[in-house]
């Protein structure tokens, strides 16, 4: 099936840094959204986007829907140890009533206290 | 109140056995699905339904039936089970049909001997 180029894959940071990660895709989007799945947990919706250029916070979470919208970005800032877990972007096309959510691989965030 | 719960958590059973996992929300959406999670942590898109009408069947193994007696409700059975089947089961619930915002279950991890 199709999926999201999403990376980096994984990352291993110190408490306190800034995170990034981004997700590249080769079709048009009308709808990213970010996502966190903590250990053992489902997922949680964390951001939605639905404009080209759209640019939305959620506390220390900062996510940018692509002008292209082809990709997106998720920042995390001042990292704590609580934001460990796998990060997923997932893009939505326009297709009716049976459009279904295209996954990124997830990006697993490790803080180091 | 759990807004998505599934049963069991943990399912632990032979190759060959048939089993049932059962999901429900309590969050009145039209919409629900069956994800799988498999060990590279990918999510993949399994069935879906809208007020209980089937409406996203990808490509899986006929040994995998959902039901949905409500829309409040969406069951999985597996028929001979095989190894491969062994991966997280996440329950999810939207809104709308082709809903983005969901609303995922805690998973239920299978594991076939």
């Known amino acids: 099936g199709q999926q999201l180029n999403q990376s980096p894959q994984s990352m291993f940071i110190q408490e306190g840094e800034d995170v990034s990660m981004n997700c590249t895709s080769s079709?048009?989007?009308?709808?990213w959204l970010w996502y966190k799945q903590d250990p053992g947990e489902g997922p949680v919706l964390l951001i939605a986007?639905?404009?080209a250029g759209e640019l939305t916070s959620n506390g220390r979470l900062t996510a940018q829907f692509g002008i292209t919208r082809k990709d997106s970005f998720l920042n995390i800032s001042a990292s704590i140890p609580s934001d460990v877990g796998i990060y997923f972007c997932?893009?939505?096309?326009?297709?009716?009533?049976?459009?279904?959510?295209?996954w990124g691989l997830g990006t697993s965030l490790a803080v180091n206290p | 109140d759990t807004a998505v719960s599934q049963t069991p958590k943990y399912l632990v059973t032979q190759m060959g056995n048939d089993k049932s996992i059962k999901c429900e929300q309590n969050l009145g959406h039209d919409t629900m699905y069956w994800y799988k999670q498999d060990s590279k942590k990918f999510l993949k898109i399994m069935f879906s339904y809208n007020n209980k009408e089937l409406i996203i069947n990808e490509t899986v193994p006929n040994r995998f039936s959902p039901k949905s007696p409500d829309k409040a409700h969406l069951n999985l059975h597996i028929n001979s089970l095989e190894l491969g089947d062994s991966a997280v089961y996440f329950c999810?619930?939207?809104?709308?049909?082709?809903?983005?915002?969901?609303?995922f279950g805690p998973g239920t991890r299978l594991t076939v001997l």
């Open positions: 986007l639905y404009k």
């Open positions: 999810a619930s939207s809104r709308l049909a082709g809903g983005n915002e969901q609303f």
């Open positions: 997932a893009g939505q096309l326009n297709a009716g009533n049976n459009r279904k959510l295209i």
């Open positions: 079709s048009i989007f009308n709808t």
